[in-house]
């Protein structure tokens, strides 16, 4: 396993790395906001951030305010590597990715002298950073297509419940942020329909997520691969074929709001420049609507990384964060745990 | 108007309106079957069909039956043409689309001089008809192409509100059938969800349907053009550009539901052997479920057609749902009456 990680951090997915000075007055804990609501969210630190959160859904749900919301407009979008859980050293699904080479090589006795598959089956780093990101989507097509959605989806079950995170040792789905665990849930009971819209594929999400979330599978968006329906002599399957269908990540995000759900988003959570566009499409709302970055800040609890990082680049996210006046998490100072085993 | 009822049931659209006989002894009255349950469903006769639906309700959401069905899964799914509304003497997407080539005649003088354009502008109904399908799709796409999304949805609004159907002459919006409203409602209070998935085009849809069914605007399939996000300094717009990007019949149907929703549905409506596919679907499920065919048997209230006609033909999915033992709904029988108005 540490050669995974090796072979993943130090070649394709190398971060930056740069724990963020530019923007810490954002969120600094302001002690005269202090304000005694009652605590729906008890593993954010009082402050700014967690002051502008529940400002805005009290504001908002309020039959009587001006910026009140009908219910059926209360759409929430959340982004989920590096938003909802972690996405270092590399987003988790390209763990699975690799992991699945492994699991499948002896049936695919060709792979040990066919690249990309022959480096990640070598651990060998060099030659796989050869095959860039054209040699990830190889590997992703051998592995996530070639079966039925059920198959694919005991799979991932599988998977995520026996396999560990490199560094942090615990299962993936460990991995997840208390304090958005919480945001999700007080949304909920203020009657806001939560919607996953991520870059990864939709069906690798919905095998794991849904619990943990409480999120329903048709609430959950993302990138996906072709499909094919056979009716199977009656027993009808619908099989996964390697081909990319739709990439849910940049402008892709609210094209697909839009196609899946109809609404445009009051409520837009994200980390990186690939949640940019959702972001403006929420800000563009007629609604009062409101922008949420998480900044991966701490170094020490999770992982600090924002402008030049290859995973979860905020960049051009953080610039128009701060010039439109989105809220952005500190994550080091604005969250009292990290993940709820803590 | 009537000129473009004669171009569009004369032409393209002609149905074969043989009203069936084949299929009249699975729904009869059975007398002997009627029972004293609360009347959820006033607008249909007692006999076999109503208490089939109410039977199968009634024992999937029972926590001690065996068949119980847990809330999450309760995914139902109807098709929306000749299923929850007319479809007769055309899709009433295409009375739009012909609508809206004679508003925007003005804007496009070439259109004068151009087909399939030239066609519809002089009601010449027999050089329309040279162009076929393929005519009809160019028409569809310079009329619902090339505006944003939120034009588009105050496009149809206008028209549903000011339309006037060709022959019932009332606004397409009042051809509901009533006993299916009273069908999702009934589903809606036994905590099923309810999606619509049909062939025509989400948007359309969206903009017309959402409070008459009750019914959100994320519940809503359908087929849709492709889109592109432009930011638009700063005011974001999505634009819809003349091209199919997915059409949502036949085995599109079962395909786009796993892809939006994620879950098998338990309870599956339609009324064509466009709907099929996803009948086949529903009924793989692992839980019990429940597959309902429209049957269009009254030529006197509505329109009388199956296996013939080129508009909702019932063919293959009449054969398969009376060897399956499917539910088939025998309008003229079942139904008291068939529009919310009567």
Redesign the interface.
């Known amino acids: 396993m540490k050669n995974v990680t090796l072979l993943v951090t130090t070649a394709l997915f190398i971060m930056g790395c740069n724990t963020s000075g530019d923007n810490e007055d954002l969120n600094s804990q302001s002690q005269q906001s202090k304000t005694n609501y009652e605590d729906q969210l008890p593993s954010w630190n009082d402050g700014k951030t967690k002051k502008a959160i529940i400002d805005y859904v009290t504001e908002v749900t309020n039959p009587d305010a001006e910026n009140f919301i009908p219910i059926?407009e209360r759409?929430a979008t959340f982004d989920n590597d590096g938003n909802l859980w972690s996405e270092q050293p590399a987003y988790f699904q390209l763990f699975f990715t690799i992991d699945r080479v492994k699991a499948m090589a002896s049936e695919h006795p060709e792979w040990k002298n066919k690249q990309p598959f022959k480096a990640v089956l070598d651990d060998d780093l060099e030659t796989l950073k050869e095959y860039g990101m054209k040699g990830i989507g190889e590997l992703m097509m051998a592995t996530h297509a070639g079966n039925t959605?059920v198959e694919f989806d005991a799979i991932v079950k599988d998977w995520i419940a026996t396999a560990r995170h490199p560094t942090k040792n615990v299962a993936y789905d460990k991995l997840v942020y208390q304090p958005m665990l919480e945001l999700l849930q007080y949304l909920r009971a203020n009657d806001f329909?939560a919607f996953i819209v991520w870059g990864g594929g939709?069906?690798f999400m919905?095998a794991i997520f849904t619990e943990i979330y409480g999120i329903?599978?048709?609430q959950?968006i993302g990138s996906?691969i072709k499909?094919?329906?056979d009716?199977n002599n009656?027993?009808?399957v619908?099989r996964r074929i390697p081909e990319l269908?739709y990439n849910d990540d940049k402008?892709g995000k609210?094209?697909n709001i839009?196609?899946?759900?109809?609404?445009k988003p009051v409520f837009s959570s994200g980390n990186s420049d690939g949640d940019l566009?959702m972001m403006?499409?929420a800000a563009?709302n007629k609604y009062k609507s409101f922008m949420l970055y998480v900044h991966h800040t701490d170094s020490v609890r999770e992982w600090a990384y924002d402008r030049d990082s290859h995973i979860g680049r905020l960049d051009k996210g953080l610039d128009q964060a701060i010039e439109n006046g989105w809220t952005v998490i500190d994550m080091e100072k604005d969250w009292k745990v990290i993940y709820p085993f803590q």
């Open positions: 059926s759409i959605t329909k939709v069906d919905r329903p599978k048709e959950i996906r499909t094919e329906f009716y009656g027993n009808p619908i269908d402008a609210p094209l839009q196609k899946i759900i109809g609404k566009q403006q499409w563009s």
